[in-house]
């Protein structure tokens, strides 16, 4: 008798769809405290069940949709979105979110403030939220905490090199002034992404970049990240990589057992005179490292 065998696979898994374009009371639906207040316009609540994990989200599904809800006491506004953005909450919490920008807005995730440009790429996961801009814009205020002396979460903004006018970069604050910061270029002559950092005592900073016809950059090293100052002036005894400029001078410099950064005057830049064909290197090391041991730093 010829045996015959049955493979029998059940997937138990719920999905529900509730629409949601009246401005009613979602917070029930996202597991938030029922006491709260929480509104979706344009879009609607996914409530996903199954394998033990459950997630609740908003998802816009038209243009110039917007989201509201409190959060301690504070209200929380996801506005200017495009159709595609998706806020997702697990246990009541704010868990991740990729959100498109319709217009320049003002986005507050825990106890950071930023701001987004138009047609922005917002992604917020693993506490941290990367901001992708067109090139071109202009930032006005850097981020800034709600609350609290320590940022809750990361923030970097990015102009991607595949952005066709990526080399006009995007303008931001750097103390008083504001820059236009572009990527800075490989070996090759291309041009890299430019990605801009923000610590809540520092203030902002990059890896690399291009600003005013200078090129800056750190090497790799236990800190790579260089710090903008705009008075020009010398500071020795700041603890972390430093650029800093104003429209007469610069002045850059690491600390103690860095590894370095260089600055490269190109044709352009507004402190030294450089023609055709030539640049102007200037690498500030903090540690040398060879046969001959450790040599006393020195800063430009």
């Not at 029998?8 to 009371?25: D, E, G, M, R, Y």
């Not at 394998?51 to 506004?77: A, L």
Request: with cysteine; glycine share 10%; net charge negative.
């Amino acid at each position: 008798m010829e045996k015959r065998w049955l493979l029998l696979i059940i997937v138990f898994s719920l999905s529900l769809v509730f629409a949601q374009t009246n401005n009613q009371n979602v917070c029930g639906l996202l597991g938030l405290n029922e006491n709260c207040n929480a509104v979706v316009n344009n879009g609607e609540v996914v409530i996903e069940e199954g394998f033990g994990v459950d997630s609740n989200s908003v998802v816009i599904n038209k243009d110039n949709g917007y989201f509201e809800y409190t959060e301690n006491g504070r209200k929380i506004k996801f506005d200017n979105l495009k159709q595609g953005s998706t806020i997702v909450f697990q246990n009541g919490e704010l868990k991740q979110f990729v959100i498109f920008t319709n217009d320049k807005s003002e986005y507050e995730v825990k106890n950071l403030e930023f701001q987004a440009l138009k047609n922005s790429e917002v992604i917020f996961k693993d506490d941290k939220i990367t901001v992708i801009v067109p090139s071109g814009g202009v930032i006005t205020e850097n981020p800034s905490l709600v609350y609290g002396n320590k940022p809750e979460v990361e923030i970097e903004y990015i102009v991607k090199k595949t952005d066709k006018n990526a080399e006009n970069g995007i303008s931001i604050p750097i103390g008083k002034e504001s820059f236009v910061i572009k990527g800075a270029v490989d070996n090759d002559g291309k041009l890299n992404d430019l990605k801009l950092g923000f610590d809540a005592d520092k203030g902002l900073y990059a890896k690399e970049g291009t600003i005013n016809g200078m090129e800056f950059g750190a090497y790799d090293g236990s800190d790579d990240r260089v710090y903008f100052f705009d008075d020009g002036e010398m500071h020795k005894d700041f603890d972390s990589p430093y650029f800093s400029l104003n429209d007469k001078k610069v002045s850059f410099g690491v600390p103690e057992r860095h590894q370095g950064m260089y600055v490269n005057f190109n044709k352009g830049n507004e402190i030294v005179e450089v023609k055709d064909g030539q640049r102007l290197s200037i690498v500030a090391l903090g540690k040398l490292m060879g046969e001959i041991g450790d040599l006393k730093p020195y800063k430009c």
